[in-house]
């Protein structure tokens, strides 16, 4: 599976940016995809998780009401729009594709995209 991020960028505190993600290949191989940002020094963690099957969506605590992650309809793309944007929030984005059980933990991320980077300045 490979995985093509787009979108991020630049953006003051209160702002919006968003990312896109793509998947192609053995596809079928992964029932969740996510994104997990990193800052330096730190490991990355999950924030938004999507079942490209049925579309149900989980949040961490941090991002619940500010991001949506959503789908194309053919279910190889998925969206993350960030809304009301913290400094906090500034790291490089990544897409990943795994395992997930039913209530989205991540058993095993497979697959990951490149990375996007977010900056929100004060």
């Known amino acids: 599976v490979h995985l093509v991020e787009s979108g991020g960028g630049s953006v003051q505190a209160g702002g919006s940016l968003k990312l896109l993600c793509t998947a192609s290949g053995d596809t079928y191989m992964v029932n969740c995809m996510g994104w997990f940002p990193q800052v330096p020094g730190k490991e990355r963690e999950e924030v938004a998780t999507?079942?490209?099957?049925?579309?149900?969506?989980y949040y961490a605590d941090s991002v619940k009401d500010r991001f949506t992650i959503s789908q194309d309809n053919n279910e190889n793309t998925i969206h993350l729009q960030m809304n009301s944007l913290e400094p906090e929030d500034t790291a490089m984005y990544y897409c990943a594709a795994g395992l997930c059980d039913d209530a989205g933990v991540w058993s095993v991320v497979k697959y990951w995209g490149q990375g996007a980077q977010v900056t929100v300045s004060p």
């Open positions: 999507i079942y490209p099957g049925t579309g149900v969506p």
